[in-house]
Each structure stands twice: as structure tokens, then as C-alpha cells.
Nanobody
Framework: VQLQASGGGLVQAGGSLRLSCAAS????????MGWFRQAPGKEREFVAA????????YYADSVKGRFTISRDNAKNTVYLQMNSLKPEDTAVYYC?????????????????WGQGTLVTVSS
């Protein structure tokens, strides 16, 4: 499966952005999906994950209550709605896919990665 992330940009603190990740292939609904981010000089970290059905989600503590992951299997797309953005949310955001039914939070578990989209939050 090939993944294409989009929706990044520059936003002021307190603002919102919605990231999208479009997947190719006819088996998108069989993949668990996740969002990760990598800030300059830091390791890639988990942000949010969703099961293949969309029935289960999981969030990093740093984004819980502010970010929402969702998916539309008919459109082969997963979303990350980001509200109340903070300067510390600045990073390149990546979407990823794993051949699993449940939520997956570990970077090494994911089989496929998108190219990343840059989110910059100004103070």
C-alpha cells in the first residue's frame, strides 16, 4: 500500500489543522493506521492510532483531548484533526499502515509509511 499525507502548514498557537492520508490499494480496510511525528533533532514519536474498523483508537498523552484520528474506508483515507495546537506540536507528521486489526502504537510494527507533511505552530 502507498500512503500520501497532506494538510500540513503554518498555524498560530490555538489554531486547528486537519491532516489527511490517502492510501492506494483495495485492502485499506484491512490495515490498522497510525500517525507519528518527528520534530527537529528528536526521534519519531507516536501520536495516534486507529484499528482497521475504526472502532478503536489510542492517543499519546501529549495530544489526548486535542487530536482526533478517524478513517473513511470507502475513501481509503485516514485523518488527524488537530485542535488547540501548541508550538511543541511542530513536527513532520507521518501516517503509517500495519497489517493488523487492532491499534498499533509501536513504530517498528508498521509496514508502510507516507512521506510526511510539515506542521508548524507559531507562538
Amino acid at each position: 500500500v502507498q500512503l500520501q499525507a497532506s494538510g500540513g502548514g503554518l498555524v498560530q498557537a490555538g489554531g486547528s489543522l486537519r491532516l489527511s492520508c490517502a492510501a492506494s490499494g483495495r485492502t485499506f480496510s484491512r490495515y490498522a493506521m497510525g500517525w507519528f511525528r518527528q520534530a527537529p533533532g528528536k526521534e519519531r514519536e507516536f501520536v495516534a492510532a486507529i484499528s482497521w474498523s475504526g472502532g478503536s483508537t489510542y492517543y499519546a498523552d501529549s495530544v489526548k483531548g486535542r487530536f482526533t484520528i478517524s478513517r473513511d474506508n470507502a475513501k481509503n483515507t485516514v485523518y488527524l484533526q488537530m485542535n488547540s495546537l501548541k508550538p511543541e506540536d511542530t513536527a513532520v507528521y507521518y501516517c503509517a499502515a500495519d497489517r493488523a486489526s487492532g491499534v498499533v502504537t509501536t513504530t517498528s510494527r508498521y509496514d508502510y509509511w507516507g512521506q510526511g507533511t510539515l506542521v508548524t505552530v507559531s507562538s
